[in-house]
């Protein structure tokens, strides 16, 4: 019998100091799961209750762009928005882009492993594109930021077909 009232009592102060939590206002998507740029899982809290405060990024200012070619294959040459920051860049070669994930850099496993093998299969212009600045918020923050990062992408590969 005291075992029995042991494990009522147990389970009443259980469910009285569990906290409830209401999902009826954030409706059936409040958590996920994110893969960041080294594959790594995280549960992320889609609205969090206490929000953190940004931090400020300007594309623009936070993001750079480094080459990779034959000539200098390990050694990321940063690339400006000036035609004698280009140096190796191959005006008439073929171009791959990477951009990395959440919460990681231009020297993300996935970027340096991607970036070897398309230098290994072929003469290409390697564009590591760093927008760790913006990248290394918080998920939803990082997330609000991809397209103010991709449009400083487009913007570039704009110049650089400019140059051409």
Do not use: C
Request: glycine content about 6%; overall charge negative; cysteine-free.
């Amino acid at each position: 019998m005291k075992l029995v009232l042991l494990i009522l009592v147990v389970a009443i102060v259980g469910a009285y100091s569990a906290p409830v939590q209401d999902n009826s206002i954030y409706g059936d998507e409040r958590w996920t799961i994110a893969r960041d740029g080294e594959g790594r899982m995280h549960l992320v809290d889609l609205n969090p209750l206490e929000v953190e405060p940004e931090t400020f990024f300007d594309p623009s200012a936070d993001m750079f762009f480094l080459l990779y070619t034959r000539s200098n294959p390990t050694d990321g040459q940063r690339i400006t928005y000036n035609v004698q920051s280009l140096g190796n860049f191959r005006r008439n070669g073929s171009t791959r882009v990477l951009i990395h994930g959440w919460t990681t850099s231009s020297m993300s496993t996935e970027n340096v492993f991607t970036r070897n093998e398309f230098l290994a299969q072929g003469d290409h212009n390697v564009i590591a594109v760093d927008w760790s600045v913006g990248a290394s918020a918080n998920y939803i923050t990082s997330r609000n930021r991809v397209s103010s990062a991709g449009q400083e992408v487009a913007r570039f590969l704009d110049f650089l077909h400019s140059k051409r």
